[in-house]
């Protein structure tokens, strides 16, 4: 009998600004992705929580950079999603 492998999953935080942080009602939000989840994915997992469209317009970034698609999430990274901002 063959016994299930169940995936390790990742708990990560995302700080939340702007648009998404009305949205939300708060400024922070947890999710759990598998391990060697991409950035890609955690816009999945983020428009569960936030609408897809503003999730879609938003830039993922980690302390340093805006982080592209194919990027893996590593645990114990705090994330944030940057809404676009408008203004003149």
């Known amino acids: 009998m ?3 492998v169940l995936e390790e999953s990742l708990e990560i935080e995302i700080l939340l600004f702007g648009a998404a942080k009305s949205a939300r009602g708060g400024d922070r ?3 759990s992705l598998p391990e060697g989840a991409t950035v890609g994915e955690l816009r999945k997992e ?3 929580h ?3 469209r503003l999730v879609a317009a938003s830039a993922v ?3 340093s950079s805006i982080l ?3 990027h893996v999430v590593l645990e114990g990274v ?3 999603l940057l809404p676009p ?3 003149g």
């Open 50 to 52: 936030i609408d897809r």
């Open 29 to 31: 939000l947890a999710v």
């Open 78 to 80: 705090t994330l944030a």
């Open 61 to 63: 970034a980690d302390e």
């Open 68 to 70: 592209r698609p194919d």
């Open 2 to 4: 063959k016994v299930p």
């Open 46 to 48: 983020l428009a569960r």
């Open 85 to 87: 901002v408008g203004g």
